[in-house]
């Protein structure tokens, strides 16, 4: 029978394994056991994602926090040939394969609600869906999983797909907590530990979307700060803590309205700091400043 000791072992194990990293980040400049996220800016700062790392995206409703995601997503599976794996109750399944299908086509939203589609469009609708069809994305839309559920719904799709190269989970309010207090009071603050460990024990890195505090609103300065985050995170599980940010938002006279900051207030793999994005709103997707 396996005991706690299994679990500790000797330091000379692993002298190798950090000797091999360290040559294999001066072999490629610096650039070691992470996956690009498609963002250059956002690669310079972090380095890519990384394994096992949880990675927190925290925004005020309508920032465009599950764009990002998606944008994530996009890039994983079609760039990197990663799976993916998207755990989203506050959008349904077939509104999300809508989104990734008008971001990849780069039409309008509106234009497609409304029915205004040409030919040009029809033709870049099912050119973008037959290329989807080929990517391994998952949806999974059902309301107030648990992490335990999160993490054998995972562990099923690695065994059928391999190795995941992300794990979304789009919006941690909405998680079942109940479980992890023995007094059924919701525990909140335990369930970034959930994750984290998800993250660890499926070697994958994790997002979670976090609502921030709308006392923000209010504050002279509206860029959100790490004590802004949903108490169901503790920042000490978190490894990547990224804010968005975008003045318009608060300010309709704001010279760029597509201008969004993102914010790194927390980075363990490296600095801080904060860069540009352009927010398309009527594809719904990010892409680099102008």
Do not use: W
């Given at each position: 029978m396996a005991t706690a000791i299994d679990d500790l072992?000797?330091?000379?194990?692993?002298?190798?394994?950090?000797?091999?990293?360290?040559?294999?980040?001066?072999?490629?400049?610096?650039?070691?056991?992470?996956?690009?996220?498609?963002?250059?800016?956002?690669?310079?700062?972090?380095?890519?994602?990384?394994?096992?790392?949880?990675?927190?995206?925290?925004?005020?409703?309508?920032?465009?926090?599950?764009?990002?995601?998606?944008?994530?997503?996009?890039?994983?599976?079609?760039?990197?040939?990663?799976?993916?794996?998207?755990?989203?109750?506050?959008?349904?399944k077939r509104l999300l394969a809508s989104r990734l299908l008008q971001s990849m086509a780069e039409l309008n939203a509106t234009r497609l609600r409304a029915g205004m589609v040409d030919d040009n469009d029809w033709s870049r609708?099912?050119?973008?869906?037959?290329?989807?069809?080929?990517?391994?994305?998952?949806?999974?839309?059902?309301?107030?999983?648990?992490?335990?559920?999160?993490?054998?719904?995972?562990?099923?799709?690695?065994?059928?797909?391999?190795?995941?190269?992300?794990?979304?989970?789009?919006?941690?309010?909405?998680?079942?907590?109940?479980?992890?207090s023995d007094t059924g009071r919701q525990d909140l603050p335990t369930i970034s530990g959930s994750l984290?460990?998800?993250?660890?024990?499926?070697?994958?890195?994790?997002?979670v979307v976090s609502p921030i505090n709308e006392l923000v609103d209010g504050r002279e300065d509206n860029r959100p700060q790490l004590r802004d985050l949903h108490k169901a995170i503790a920042v000490e599980?978190?490894?990547?803590?990224?804010?968005l940010y975008r003045q318009s938002y608060y300010d309709l006279e704001a010279p760029d309205k597509n201008c969004t900051e993102i914010i790194i207030a927390k980075n363990r793999h490296g600095p801080l700091g904060t860069f540009e994005l352009y927010f398309d709103f009527g594809t719904g997707s990010f892409r680099n400043q102008p």
């Open positions: 072992t000797h330091i000379n194990n692993h002298v190798d394994d950090a000797v091999a990293e360290i040559k294999k980040r001066a072999d490629n400049k610096g650039c070691i056991a992470s996956i690009s996220t498609g963002i250059e800016a956002l690669d310079d700062l972090t380095g890519g994602f990384h394994p096992s790392q949880l990675v927190v995206i925290g925004s005020r409703p309508s920032m465009g926090a599950t764009a990002l995601c998606l944008n994530f997503a996009q890039y994983m599976s079609a760039g990197n040939q990663l799976p993916v794996a998207i755990f989203s109750s506050r959008t349904s609708i099912y050119d973008a869906a037959n290329r989807f069809k080929s990517l391994p994305i998952l949806i999974d839309d059902s309301f107030a999983l648990t992490a335990d559920q999160i993490f054998d719904k995972c562990k099923r799709a690695r065994s059928e797909m391999g190795d995941l190269g992300l794990v979304i989970i789009n919006g941690i309010q909405h998680l079942n907590t109940e479980h992890l984290k460990n998800i993250a660890h024990q499926l070697n994958v890195p994790l997002i599980d978190v490894d990547l803590v990224m804010f």
